[in-house]
């Protein structure tokens, strides 16, 4: 069984939402409840970044490109931490994946979930220019 459990991911358009949820369920609470939890992601080409943590003791961190969007929460009776995306972006695409922290500084990492944003078109006006 794996360490970190990953789902939520998904394609959405642009304005949308998703809710990524990892559990951990070979991680002892205690353990789970002085890690510090993190979310991060990976931009196609671009480098896995920082997305959202919380430290032991509930204060939060939120990269600047997602803040009042995105919002990180845990579960610690189900050992489970997740990821509310609001007002999906196309710049929000990539694999997201869940980072469990401990305080010596020791990483488990998540499988990685998928999470693709397309940009919303209009549904289209016709112009016509007559001689």
């Known amino acids: 069984q794996a360490q970190l459990v990953e789902s939520g991911g998904g394609s959405v358009q642009a304005g949308g939402s998703l809710r990524l949820s990892c559990k951990a369920p070979r991680t002892i609470l205690s353990t789970f409840i002085s890690n510090t939890l993190g979310w991060y992601r990976q931009g196609p080409g671009k480098e896995r970044e920082l997305v959202a943590r919380?430290?032991?003791?509930?204060?939060?961190n939120y990269a600047d490109s997602v803040k009042g969007r995105f919002t990180i929460s845990k579960d610690n009776t189900r050992k489970t931490i997740y990821l509310q995306m609001d007002d999906l972006k196309p710049e929000d695409t990539g694999v997201y994946y869940c980072?469990?922290?401990?305080?010596?500084?020791?990483?488990?990492w998540g499988q990685g979930t998928q999470v693709t944003v397309s940009a919303k078109w209009g549904q289209g006006t016709q112009v016509t220019v007559s001689s």
């Open positions: 980072n469990h922290r401990t305080p010596s500084g020791n990483d488990k």
């Open positions: 919380i430290i032991p003791g509930g204060s939060t």
